[in-house]
């Protein structure tokens, strides 16, 4: 009789075996589905000669792989997603087509819950003589099941600094012994006590969890900017790398990898961009595969890396795109009124040239794209004007460049250099509303009264022809000038008493204002690139002139196209800030500052906020900027041209499949460019630091000292805002120091008492720009010089 063994599973298993989740039955009714998994430790991976598996089955998977492949010389496995087989199965089923292959069983699950035609297609080849395929039963093989833990758990320890060269250092045996101020043994300990040996002391509730990379979900294939690690090329090929070796380089972005092997498919001399083509699950690193080289360092090569790095395309405008424009190029003007229109410009077009109009931008701004308006009426209200550049007019849809600038989705700005969305004849000129030049406008026009309600607004084309073009300091002056009287004075000083009463009912109403500040780069010439200082941009009342009226004109355009396209309406939402994103700054400020924080909604969050400040301290509450044009705005015109009667709806503004698809570029690409930006701010701003701190040891006055506020603090250092260059550093302690997690203090040795530092405290900072031995860039490097002076320790 065979004996049977019962073994009890602890409770403890219940998360991994049991699948628990909620079905809706045919008659409305929700049942709770609860299914048992029962795991096992002998499921073959169907390789033949495994020595984790052990199988009597016949026909195995070769031990080797498919041979075939001239990119995998030493074999290779094919491991297909579902999509492979929803948009592919005739090549699989295609007798040329026959790698050895391991098909996941989830992946089967998931064929037959989208196509069930498909997935008999796919059963029959499991079961074809001709096909290497086996099935891995992947959930029921206990090695290959796991708890994922819930979300708001995916943190990472935040208790200490790891100081990621040392960590570089560490990683390669040759360079361990190198210069340094902590050894080897120093290095190690400190990265065992972050990585394992703190978590330990820690109660279960605090614990992180930790993993390791077993496998390639969904692939990003994307550009990485490298730098070539020398010591890794033979020294009889310095100069050139021969093709099909292999080098170690280091990506620019560390969130990538610390470091990864480069496979050469040709020969790059110089430092380069490269794409993923394969990744070593067992250890650990990426195969790259050399693409092209960029500029050797400098300037222009760093501005490069950044558009590769965030994926902006930078490529000029083709031939196809360029023959859109109208032919006439620059010496393009609106036409008159009458026979000599032809194409109609005129048609449902309004007549405001003759408005008081003017614009308000930052200085050098080329790109003119808004303009406004402020008169009194006969009755006592105020009209007031928003002009916007009919962009519409010039991208017309489905064209050349309509798909080109679709595929943009936004003009990215760089400190020295702008990539724009469209060609720059119209960005910079012919959509650009330049002062005392007739120009194609979309036009909101409110009747408001003097508290600012708004009694009614129209929306209409237009042709304007702007007064003046104003930087926002030139604006202020302006309005601050009481001997000045003119129309165009008065309408700035009349758009500004409205915009303040426009903020004020906002904030009443609970809108939520959180910013950070701007920094202005001062470059050396107007000719030249290189910068020389940097400091906080001032903000004007006439900043907030401008951005309460293009909310204005943005909430009540959206409101318009809502009504006429409930289903395909291009809106911006702004959802409300999660709770749990508030709970640390919560305990923080209650423990620091003694402050509450009511997160119940956005209109109680902003009037605590506005509460939040230190009378001693004027900078505690630092609030930013937006944009400016996306392919988002042009499919907004051509909805509110729709909703005004003006043109008919492109037919593809009426599927909502076709806007979501195109948003979800437009919103990616803005992102990318956001983030574009501020690393170039970042990359200025540490070359006007160092710059700036060349030139005081040059007249021998001491380093860059900056004020500064502590935001964060660890076990061995703190992270710290300087608020008037906009920029956060971390100064880390190579001293033991007490670290008190619970009230966000730290205290370290002073020279006469111990000092502690909480978080929100003020601090001066030394600041100095060194090139980071990773990515080869200028990194700020911060130390504290009061309370207490860090290099000391």
Not at 199 to 220: C, F, L, M
Not at 308 to 321: C, M, N, Q, T
Request: charge should be negative; glycine fraction near 4%; hydrophobic fraction near 35%.
């Amino acid at each position: 009789m065979v004996e049977i063994t019962i073994r009890k599973r602890p409770q403890t298993e219940a998360v991994i075996t049991q699948r628990k989740f909620f079905k809706k039955t045919a008659r409305g009714k929700v049942v709770k589905v609860l299914r048992e998994r029962y795991l096992r430790d002998d499921v073959a991976c169907g390789i033949e000669g495994c020595r984790e598996c052990s199988t009597e089955l016949s026909r195995l998977l070769p031990p080797s792989g498919g041979l075939e492949h001239r990119l995998f010389p030493n074999g290779h496995y094919i491991l297909p997603d579902t999509n492979v087989f929803l948009a592919q199965m005739d090549l699989i089923e295609s007798s040329l087509f026959n790698p050895p292959m391991i098909l996941l069983q989830t992946v089967l699950e998931e064929v037959r819950h989208r196509s069930l035609p498909l997935y008999n297609r796919l059963k029959a080849l499991t079961k074809s003589e001709d096909k290497q395929i086996w099935v891995f039963y992947n959930e029921y093989r206990s090695q290959r099941n796991c708890h994922i833990f819930p979300e708001k758990d995916w943190k990472a320890p935040a208790d200490e600094v790891v100081d990621q060269e040392a960590i570089q250092k560490n990683d390669d045996a040759e360079d361990s012994g190198e210069e340094g101020d902590e050894n080897d043994e120093e290095v190690f300990s400190k990265e065992s006590r972050v990585l394992s040996g703190s978590s330990n002391q820690k109660p279960p509730s605090e614990r992180q969890p930790t993993g390791r990379i077993v496998g390639i979900i969904k692939r990003n294939w994307r550009a990485y900017v490298c730098h070539i690690d020398s010591t890794s090329i033979e020294h009889s090929h310095s100069n050139h790398i021969p093709l099909h070796s292999t080098v170690l380089c280091t990506p620019r972005i560390l969130a990538c990898s610390p470091e990864f092997a480069y496979w050469t498919v040709s020969a790059p001399d110089s430092p380069g961009y490269s794409k993923i083509f394969s990744y070593d699950v067992d250890r650990g690193t990426p195969f790259f595969g050399y693409s092209r080289r960029t500029l050797r360092e400098g300037q222009e090569a760093e501005q490069e890396s950044l558009l590769l790095e965030f994926e902006v395309p930078y490529r000029p405008f083709g031939k196809a795109i360029l023959d859109c424009l109208p032919p006439e190029g620059e010496q393009w003007v609106v036409p008159p009124k009458g026979e000599f229109d032809l194409q109609n410009i005129w048609r449902d077009r309004e007549d405001l040239r003759d408005v008081i109009v003017c614009s308000i931008d930052p200085p050098g701004c080329q790109d003119i794209d808004d303009a406004l308006h402020a008169k009194l009426l006969p009755n006592g209200n105020i009209e007031a004007g928003v002009h916007i550049a009919d962009v519409s007019h010039f991208v017309l849809p489905d064209n050349p460049m309509d798909s080109e600038a679709a595929a943009r989705g936004t003009t990215v700005y760089l400190v020295d250099n702008r990539i724009d969305m469209l060609p720059s004849l119209l960005g910079t000129n012919l959509c650009s509303l330049r002062p005392f030049v007739e120009r194609l406008a979309f036009s909101s026009i409110w009747e408001l009264t003097a508290d600012a309600e708004i009694v009614s607004v129209r929306f209409t084309k237009s042709v304007i022809k702007s007064k003046a073009a104003f930087t926002y300091e030139e604006a202020q002056i302006r309005k601050d000038d009481p001997n000045l009287h003119d129309k165009l004075t008065n309408s700035i000083r009349l758009l500004n008493t409205l915009a303040i009463k426009l903020k004020a009912k906002r904030m009443a109403a609970g809108a939520l204002n959180l910013a950070s500040p701007e920094v202005k780069i001062h470059l050396d010439s107007a000719e030249s690139s290189d910068p020389i200082d940097v400091e906080q941009k001032e903000l004007r009342e006439t900043n907030s002139l401008v951005e309460e009226f293009m909310l204005l004109a943005n909430i009540s355009v959206a409101r318009k196209i809502e009504e006429s396209f409930p289903q395909t309406a291009v809106l911006r939402r702004h959802l409300p800030p999660p709770k749990t994103n508030f709970e640390k700054l919560q305990d923080i400020l209650r423990k620091t500052k003694g402050f509450s924080l009511d997160v119940s909604s956005s209109g109680a969050l902003a009037a605590s906020l506005d509460e939040c400040v230190d009378a001693r301290e004027p900078a505690f509450n630092t609030l930013c900027g937006e944009g400016y044009l996306r392919y988002a705005d042009v499919l907004v015109h051509r909805q509110l041209s729709a909703a005004i009667g003006s043109t008919p709806l492109h037919a593809t503004l009426h599927s909502k499949s076709h806007v979501e698809r195109v948003l979800d570029v437009v919103n990616r690409r803005h992102r990318m460019a956001q983030m574009a930006g501020r690393a170039s701010v970042e990359f200025y701003v540490g070359l006007a630091l160092k710059a700036r701190g060349e030139q005081a040891r040059a007249r021998g006055e001491p380093d860059v000292r900056e004020d500064a506020y502590v935001i964060r603090t660890f076990r061995n250092g703190v992270g710290v805002f300087v608020s008037k260059l906009g920029i956060e550093g971390l100064v880390t302690f190579k001293r033991d120091t007490q670290f008190d997690a619970e009230n966000y203090t730290i205290t370290v040795p002073g020279a006469k008492e111990e000092v502690k530092i909480s978080v929100f405290d003020k601090v001066v900072v030394r600041i100095e720009v060194e090139k980071d031995k990773n990515t080869q860039r200028g990194k700020v490097k911060m130390t504290l010089v009061e309370p207490v002076d860090s290099s000391a320790f």
